[in-house]
C-alpha cells in the first residue's frame, strides 16, 4: 500500500492550498480516507476524515468551515481544500487510510493503518 501525498507549500495567511493523497495498492473505496497534521514539538492531531462508505465527514474544530476534506474514488485520491489559512496551521500534513468504521476510533492517530509520507505547510503571517 503506498499513500503518496502532495500539495503542501508556502502560503501567506489567508490563502488557500489543496492538498491531494494518491493511493495505490488497496481497493480505496473500502477505506475511509483522514488528514492529520503534526507542528514541530507537538503530537499528530487529527484534521479530517471521509467515511469510505457514506462519505461522511468529520473535522477538528480548528478547521471546521476553513478545510474541506473529499475523495474521488475513480482517482484513488482524497484531497484538503484549505481555505483561510492560519499561521498556526503549519505542519506536515499526512494522508493516512484505515479500514475501521468505528468513528470514535478517526480522532486517534493510533486507529490508523497507512500512513503518506507527509507534505509541509508553512503559512506566514
Known amino acids: 500500500v503506498q499513500l503518496q501525498a502532495s500539495g503542501g507549500g508556502l502560503v501567506q495567511a489567508g490563502g488557500s492550498l489543496r492538498l491531494s493523497c494518491a493511493a495505490s495498492g488497496l481497493t480505496f473505496s473500502y477505506y475511509t480516507m483522514g488528514w492529520f497534521r503534526q507542528a514541530p514539538g507537538k503530537q499528530r492531531e487529527f484534521v479530517a476524515a471521509i467515511r469510505r462508505s457514506t462519505g461522511t465527514t468529520y473535522y477538528a474544530d480548528s478547521v471546521r468551515g476553513r478545510f474541506t476534506i473529499s475523495r474521488d474514488n475513480a482517482k484513488n485520491t482524497a484531497y484538503l481544500q484549505m481555505n483561510s489559512l492560519k499561521p498556526e496551521d503549519t505542519a506536515v500534513y499526512y494522508c493516512?487510510?484505515?479500514?475501521?468504521?468505528?468513528?470514535?476510533?478517526?480522532?486517534?492517530?493510533?486507529?490508523?493503518?497507512?500512513w503518506g509520507q507527509g507534505t509541509e505547510v508553512t503559512v506566514s503571517s
Open positions: 493516512a487510510a484505515t479500514s475501521g468504521v468505528i468513528v470514535t476510533t478517526f480522532y486517534d492517530y493510533k486507529a490508523w493503518g497507512y
